[in-house]
């Protein structure tokens, strides 16, 4: 029973544990949210990364196979001659004041030898952070002559000292540091690390360059969804330019649907105005009845009507973008609001702001938007403000507002809810006109509540 137990635990623990999927998952979300998320970043990460990795490859075996294995064996060499010297000062007392020895040693082998009578070894010094030669000259001094010793690599740069305890003193040795030093070997780095700097930094110029055809693509296809004029010549490489033939040939293909579209609806309303205009002019000539003016209500009803589903059908396509005095706007906006008889307030703006932007059509969206505002409440308030890539227009109103899970429905063309506050009277396409005209520049419009108790609209328009 306890063996089944311990099996039915393990069983459940083994079960618990995440799957090797769901770990790689998690391990791939947390690197990619610590990598860039530029493309150009991202390029360079693919160039650097490997660049790095093999140089550190590289520079591992070099350090490991040669500059090691070179400096233990000069240090090899120079403490096979030191322990030489040692060996004929012991063997041939005749040299009394060892001239013989420092001749042979400073001619042979290029090594300055005293003997320090009666001298003791001086005491260990801090080893240097990067004790390569203390390390292989260390040991071989231990595997050769095995006697006290002191050594010294960091005192003079470009010698070091080896001091040898013998019977009646010390003997001191000096030697190039070239002679048990591979000194040579950081020129092979600094190659290495200028020549993968040169061609980083050739890489890098390179793709500044690819990389600005694809900024430009999107800056024009920004451009293009704003409703601004652009002009474009695709380069860059042949994917590239590809992507840009193929925006120019979508661009076309839009703009010649729009024409069209225009061209049949100035033709419809050609000639509904033309059947709309007879029957005004037929009512007009019959004696004037009740019944007549109902008639000539309906008439002008259907002809208010006919224009804004053609002026929401049309949109505002044929005008052009240009710079725009945005406190000017929302000045002449404030007058035409105040002819509708509402009490209208406004929030100076410090600056005159200007916004690239069709100024006819965004005034008709602010317009339709303080109308609604007006007519369902008695104060309006205007406000616009310039944030880091918009400028943003709020229009307040005092009335009952809208329920917050209405305030989308009542954007969609020719929805009435009941409590809508939406063109009484109308055609129910005042707010749906007004998003129109504002997506159409790459913004939009939103619903909050306002701080006067009703409704805000809220206009974003890129700057």
């Known amino acids: 029973m306890a063996a089944t137990g311990l099996l039915g635990r393990t069983a459940r623990w083994l079960a618990a544990l995440p799957r090797p999927a769901r770990i790689w998952r998690l391990v791939a979300r947390a690197i990619g949210d610590v990598l860039p998320k530029g493309l150009y970043a991202r390029s360079l990460i693919i160039i650097i990364a490997p660049v790095v990795l093999l140089q550190s490859v590289i520079a591992y075996t070099f350090m490991e196979r040669h ?51 009666g001298a003791k070894l001086p005491p260990a010094g801090p080893r240097p952070f990067f004790s390569i030669l203390d390390e292989a000259l260390s040991d071989e001094i231990r595997r050769q002559i095995r006697r006290p010793y002191w050594i010294d690599t960091v005192g003079r740069s470009s010698l070091i000292e080896i001091r040898v305890s013998i019977p009646d003193g010390v003997m001191r040795v000096t030697a190039r540091r070239s002679m048990a030093y591979a000194s040579n070997s950081h ?66 293909r839009i703009e010649r649907a729009m024409e069209q579209r225009t061209t049949m609806l100035n033709g419809v309303s050609h000639d509904l105005r033309t059947i709309i ?12 009845t009740p019944e007549v003016e109902d008639l000539q209500r309906d008439v002008d009803e259907m002809s208010r009507m006919l224009e804004a589903y053609l002026a929401f059908a049309r949109g505002d396509s044929g005008e052009v973008a240009v710079p725009t005095d945005m406190r000017a706007l929302l000045e002449d ?5 105040e002819r509708l008889g509402a009490h209208v307030e406004t929030v100076e703006m410090e600056d005159h702001p200007h916004v690239t932007l069709r100024p006819d059509a965004i005034r008709r969206c602010l317009f339709n938007l303080a109308a609604n505002a007006a007519r369902y409440g008695d104060t309006v308030s205007i406000t616009g403000r310039r944030e880091a890539r918009a400028f943003l227009v709020s229009i307040d109103d005092d009335g009952p507002g809208i329920p917050p899970d209405q305030r989308e429905e009542v954007f969609k063309p020719f929805v009435r809810l009941d409590d809508a506050r939406q063109d009484a009277g109308g055609s129910g396409l005042g707010l749906s006109i007004a998003r129109d005209i504002a997506r159409a520049h790459g913004g939009d419009v939103n619903l909050h509540d306002s701080p006067l108790g009703g409704l805000r609209a809220t206009v974003r328009i890129p700057a």
């Open 277 to 288: 205009t007879r029957f005004k002019l037929s009512l007009a000539l019959v004696e004037q």
């Open 333 to 337: 906006l404030r007058s035409d609001v």
């Open 187 to 252: 020129i092979f780095l600094l190659w290495m690390s200028g020549s993968s700097l040169v061609l980083l930094g050739v890489a890098i110029l390179f793709l500044r360059n690819q990389i600005k055809p694809i900024l430009r693509l999107a800056a024009v296809a920004e451009s293009f969804g704003k409703g601004r004029e652009i002009e474009f010549r695709p380069r860059g490489a042949r994917e590239v330019r590809q992507a840009g033939h193929a925006f120019i040939e979508m661009k076309r």
């Open 67 to 117: 500059w090691q294995l070179v400096t233990r064996r000069l240090s090899a060499a120079v403490t096979a001659d030191v322990a030489a010297l040692i060996d004929i000062y012991e063997s041939y007392p005749q040299d009394k004041d060892s001239e013989t020895l420092s001749r042979i040693a400073g001619e042979r082998l290029n090594l300055d030898v005293d003997i320090l009578k």
